[in-house]
Nanobody, 124 residues
Framework: QVQLVESGGGLVQAGGSLRLSCAAS????????MGWFRQAPGNERELVAGIGWNGGHTYYADSVKGRFTISRDNAKYTVSLQMDSLKPEDTAVYYC?????????????????WGQGTQVTVSS
């Protein structure tokens, strides 16, 4: 059974940094793509970063490229999102998600397991 638990959200000033972590369970984690999505009020949920099953491939939305870094540790069943140079427009609920086995980290519709979300608020 897949369980995803996020941590690390909070309030930060513009220009600051936060690190989100996701603790995963389930045997498929090590061979599944993982991603971080976000959803702001009134907006659709969007994929901001994805990583392939072995960490060899990563994807970033244009809006976060150069500022966010996704990583995973398969031995520890964790995936992280380092967020630097945060902007007020990064304010959203951030969700950890697990994709399909050996699946693409870029295809939003292949992600089918979700955490409960963690709030990130960036003040100007």
């Amino acid at each position: 059974q897949v369980q995803l638990v996020e941590s690390g959200g909070g309030l930060v000033q513009a220009g600051g940094s936060l690190r989100l972590s996701c603790a995963a369970s389930g045997r498929a984690f090590k061979v599944s793509s993982m991603g971080w999505f976000r959803q702001a009020p009134g907006n659709e949920r969007e994929l901001v970063a994805g990583i392939g099953w072995n960490g060899g491939h990563t994807y970033y939305a244009d809006s976060v490229k150069g500022r966010f870094t996704i990583s995973r540790d398969n031995a520890k069943y964790t995936v992280s999102l380092q967020m630097d140079s945060l902007k007020p427009e990064d304010t959203a609920v951030y969700y950890c998600a697990q994709g399909s086995v050996f699946g693409s980290e870029t295809e939003q519709n292949t992600y089918n397991y979700w955490g409960q979300g963690t709030q990130v608020t960036v003040s100007s």
